[in-house]
């Protein structure tokens, strides 16, 4: 039998859970669907830096490697717990990287985001798996950021063309009709000639297995659901005091990363027919069971969003990153979801919205939701390539391989902006 074909995923985690839930779903998709398209038994990595990561789990023969965590900071990041400077943090964080590769050595090896980690801390370990004949991949979120500021950001971790030195290919999670980064400049020319999208990993994603709160039983009910919870404060704010339908509870998941102080105002604060909670282990089963639900535009509670026919509200964060905003018009203008500004937003309003679109079903056929079935054919043929080029050894590195060839472009479409909002309530 042909060995095991191994395969980590890498995300630096500094704020909320999309990181973590994005490859954990890309995990059960290459589980699922690499056996066949391979013929071999496929393990895998994922390495994270979020002790919420322990909360999810991962197909048979794959393990999370918690790391060290970092947070947002003023110019950058900071340690999130450990007594370190930053400095330090990232030299250890790069030696574990390293270690845990060299001792795995992967055929497979996605990044999700951020090419080189935290301050540079990936750039060994990547070169060091080039060398063992692992293929390499940036997975890129649809909506990266105004354009400025992700040129910036390229420039900062030494230019676009040299990430594309070091990454085989570049997976764009998410469909160029509703937003195409290429065309406005978030992927560069010599990213975007190895790029390809994949459309949105919503399909297919792994089943939770979470059950309704006790506290809902059986009633019907609108959600709000904030994603990790640490940037949702606004948002809660205003639901928490919005009436739901008649005959229907409200139930608002803050997410684990809310401030535990915020969390208890905002239970004091909710009447009789709304339910607060912090965690659900199965917030997608209870998007497809709700009536109607509002959300914020992070990438992964949209894709888990749209694989239902559930109404939804997209209230995107405001400052940090242009993304949230930029991904909700876009979405709004092809009719998949109604989204609104934190500003533009009142408890009068969410409440009417409520009413009208509970108990309405949202068509989204219409949107590429098919990246999880499409990731593991692009991860087949990035393997097979190397394997025709120079098949890996248990004990050996194998040979340099080559480049693959330019992916196709699909059909680009320039993003929607903010002054665009005719399809926003």
Known sequence: MRRRLRIALFSHDSLGLGHIRRNRALAFALARDLPALTG???SGLLIASSPEAARFDLPTGWDWVILPGVTPAAGGYAPRALASSMQGLRALRAAAISAILDQQRPELFIVDRHPFGIGGELAEAIDQVRDHGCRTVLGL???LDTPSVIEAEWDKVGGPAHVADRFDEVWIYGDAAVYDPRPTGEVPVSLAAKAVTTGYLSQDRPDDGGS????????????????????????ASVAV???????????????????????????????????????????????????AVVCMGGYNTLAELMSTTTPALVVPRKGHRAEQPRRAFALAATGAVDARTIDSLSTDVLSEWFAAQSGQLTDRSHIDLTGLVTVPRLAAELIDAEQAA????????????????????TAARLPITLEETSHAV
């Open 390 to 409: 120079a098949p890996i050894s248990d004990t050996a590195p194998a040979a340099a391989v080559a480049e693959p060839s330019p992916a196709p472009a």
């Open 241 to 291: 005091d919005a009436k739901p339908p008649d005959g229907l509870r409200h139930l608002i998941v803050t997410g684990p990363q809310m401030d535990a102080e915020e969390f208890d105002r905002l239970r004091a604060r909710a009447g009789a027919a709304t339910t607060v909670i912090r965690h659900s282990h199965d917030i997608p089963g209870l998007v497809a069971s709700a009536e």
């Open 212 to 235: 309704t709160p006790a506290e809902i039983g059986t009633d019907r009910f609108v959600l709000t659901c904030l994603g990790g919870g640490s940037d949702g404060g606004s948002l």
């Open 40 to 42: 071999r038994e496929v």
């Open 141 to 143: 979120r649809e909506v």
